[in-house]
């Protein structure tokens, strides 16, 4: 092609006389300090020799040979550095080969086939398992969203932002079950990374690609101490659909008409499964136009982001039609409270000083981002653009939003670091093919930032149900009787919000408290999320020594006394001293039974009605996601009903045929009962079949229009 770019092809720039000296020094001048922090994290990190994966376990001497010749291999080639170097199609091949060999194998070791019948059984592991049960169940029965009877008194599930694996889960778990349905949708998105970073290099030289996708790979196998070792894997989720709307839009600037569709199914996606990733997607298509200069993508972006938006209608409308029920931090206790903007600022600066500080790192992929940040800002700067710059480039702005992590922003710049596998992968394959000039120091580069990840190959412990977590505990607690019981959450987050205190650290390494529903069918105050929820019941809860956001020693018992009765909790089951102290302190409560760390408490004199009446009786049954009965017998026409669950507006209740007004009295749901007698007043949330059908029609448009128009779209916004 002669005398003219195609608009399809990246654009084409004059190199500038200081790119020219930056391409001489900068390289040798990147290595250098990269090969320092190297050597400072490896000689002061020692004390992490016993964590799984660790730079200082079995690898040590391995790395320590690798970081040597790599010093070795830098110094003896530095006129060399910053020329391009190949390897073969033999070498590219096997390192490819190996790259996807060690994820396969790490993902293997950390959820073995012969699990894969069974509940996953650590941290949040289980609370993200459960969740996906109660998500795929709503879309089996074609809604997005219900009421979630089972914790915090009720609330609706529209609140799990960033929690729900529902819709990635839906046809593994449809078609194959929950346990093997879910372990299925893990091995597709532990394997994703590789295959995403393999599409958004199509057009890269080949060499390139294929060391990138290997590096993936390996990066990807550290997934393994991280996201496995938490059970984070809704962040997982998150990286997948972030970086499949990456790829898609780096394939419609190709002009692939698939493209487009592609973009708008990764933040549909993201937004139904993660909503900050979804954030990071916008962020990261945002910067690809601007690297590329490219128009036509920043419009592409608006409209699938604005589609994206409508398709995922679902789950945000009631978050819209009640913001009052919602918040988006998770972090802070009470968001609403004024910024303190001196904590704001330090702990910034305590974000952007680690960067200085590398005995405090540990052997991830943050820490190797850390380590390699020059060389990845000498691919970013780099003359031209290429994918690798691009990817460079956002690998950079990751590790600024990351300085921005604050309570203050809950977590929305904190699992953005789960994005750096796939964005390190293409940087690094960048600076070592284009940067390193010598082919041994290439390979010994790849080898030793490859020994650097950890990998944890411990397989995530499994149960074949609740009751094998502690028989004596689970058997009492399936006995138990009242409107609510409540079990003390063992929180990993901090669940005090003053910021000079800490929850002390759980003894258990594993949030079980979502499976409790499934042993009688029990309600509880208690919650299945790890910290606090995006509802504005969060501080409904005992969670390590605290109440309602507070150590539970500064609550006057009489007031603690009153929740229990207000909620119909008899039976109350504690682990921490401060918990069990505080409770045996008062002549209110007597305990009935000890067993390892849990204490079984019980309310003297409790009110364990589910549906409170002045006359005759009532209960509550039929507890489903979408509604309940209210049986009552023998009430006299208006007299106050009220029903020990959350109010909450969305809900309609009949009789008869008759709508019942319902009402809010001290934050439960009540109403009058409408005649006298005895029948059934039935609650019904709504479905929201309207809004369903309406996203999933404007999703598939919104495909089409871009499939169709991609040319069009090209054409009008053309550049000069």
């Not at 040590?60 to 530095?78: I, Q, S």
């Not at 949708?185 to 290997?214: C, I, K, Q, Y």
């Not at 938490?230 to 962040?235: A, H, L, M």
């Not at 063992?490 to 949030?511: I, K, Q, W």
Request: overall charge neutral; aromatic content about 12%.
């Amino acid at each position: 092609m002669t005398g003219r770019t195609s608009v399809l092809d990246e654009p084409v720039s004059r190199t500038p006389r200081w790119a020219i000296a930056w391409a001489d020094w900068a390289p040798f001048v990147a290595i250098l300090i990269s090969l320092t922090l190297a050597w400072l994290n490896y000689l002061t990190t020692a004390r992490w020799a016993e964590v799984p994966g660790s730079l200082h376990g079995w690898r040590h001497p391995w790395y320590g040979a690798a970081l040597t010749a790599v010093t070795v291999l830098a110094l003896v080639n530095r006129r060399r550095l910053g020329t391009s170097v190949r390897l073969g199609r033999a070498a590219c091949g096997l390192l490819l080969l190996a790259g996807i060999a060690v994820a396969v194998a790490t993902f293997l070791a950390r959820l073995p086939p012969s699990t894969w019948l069974q509940i996953p059984f650590k941290d949040d592991w289980t609370e993200l398992y459960q969740q996906a049960i109660n998500g795929v169940t709503l879309m089996q029965r074609g809604v997005v969203v219900g009421w979630n009877w089972w914790f915090l008194g009720g609330h609706p599930t529209s609140t799990d932002l960033s929690q729900n694996l529902g819709a990635l889960a839906f046809i593994p778990m449809t078609l194959f079950g929950d346990r093997l349905g879910y372990h299925l949708l893990h091995v597709v998105m532990f394997l994703a990374v590789p295959v995403l970073v393999w599409g958004s290099l199509r057009r890269e030289d080949g060499e390139v690609r294929w060391v990138a996708t290997a590096l993936a790979g390996v990066f990807a196998a550290g997934y393994s101490g991280t996201i496995a070792s938490s059970g984070d894997t809704n962040s997982l989720a998150g990286v997948c659909t972030a970086g499949l709307a990456v790829m898609g839009g780096q394939a419609a600037r190709r002009g692939r008409v698939w493209g487009g569709p592609v973009v708008l199914l990764g933040l549909t996606l993201a937004l139904y499964s993660h909503t900050a990733f979804f954030l990071y997607a916008l962020i990261y298509l945002t910067l690809d136009a601007l690297y590329f200069r490219d128009r036509i993508a920043a419009v592409r972006l608006i409209a699938a982001a604005g589609l994206a938006g409508v398709a995922a209608l679902p789950v945000y409308w009631e978050s819209i039609r009640y913001p009052e029920y919602v918040s988006f931090n998770n972090v802070a206790y009470d968001p609403t409270a004024p910024v303190d903007w001196p904590t704001l600022f330090r702990t910034v600066y305590y974000n952007v000083e680690i960067l200085f500080l590398p005995h405090r790192w540990f052997n991830d992929y943050r820490s190797l981002a850390n380590i390699w940040l020059p060389a990845v800002a000498v691919v970013a700067l780099s003359p031209g653009r290429s994918r690798t710059g691009y990817f460079a480039w956002a690998a950079l702005l990751t590790q600024v939003l990351l300085r921005l992590n604050v309570a203050e922003a809950g977590a929305t710049f904190d699992r953005i670091q789960h994005m750096l596998p796939l964005l390190m992968a293409p940087a690094m394959a960048g600076f070592v093919m284009h940067h390193t000039g010598a082919r041994t120091l290439a390979l010994s580069v790849i080898v030793t930032i490859s020994l650097f990840i950890q990998m944890a190959m411990v397989p995530v412990r499994h149960v074949p149900d609740l009751r094998a977590f502690d028989p004596p505990l689970i058997d009492r607690i399936a006995a138990s009787d009242g409107s609510l019981v409540l079990v003390e959450v063992s929180p990993h987050r901090d669940m005090d919000s003053d910021p000079n205190r800490r929850t002390p650290p759980t003894p258990f390494d594993v949030h079980f408290e979502g499976l409790l529903p499934t042993l009688a069918g029990q309600r509880f105050y208690s919650q299945m999320i790890d910290g606090w929820v995006f509802n504005s019941f969060r501080g409904q809860v005992v969670a390590g020594g605290t109440f309602a956001g507070r150590a539970i020693g500064e609550t006057p018992i009489d007031a603690f006394v009153s929740e229990m009765q207000r909620w119909g909790v008899r039976h109350l089951f504690v682990w921490t001293d401060a918990t069990r102290g505080y409770l045996a302190a008062s002549p209110r409560f007597t305990e009935r039974w000890r067993g390892g760390l849990w204490s079984h408490v019980e309310l003297v004199d409790a009110d364990v009605r589910a549906v409170v009446t002045r006359t005759g009786s009532a209960r509550l049954s039929g507890l489903d996601f979408l509604g309940a009965d209210v049986e009552l017998t023998g009430v006299e026409a208006g007299e106050p009903v009220l029903v020990r669950m959350n109010y909450y507006p969305a809900w309609r209740a009949y009789a008869g045929g008759e709508e019942i007004r319902l009402t809010s009295a001290n934050g439960q749901l009540a109403f009058a009962a409408p005649t006298t007698g005895t029948y059934v007043v039935r609650l019904v949330y709504p479905r929201y079949g309207w809004l369903v059908v309406a996203s999933l029609a404007v999703f598939l448009v919104g495909c089409v229009a871009l499939w169709i128009w991609h040319a069009r779209f090209r054409e009008s916004f053309a550049l000069p």
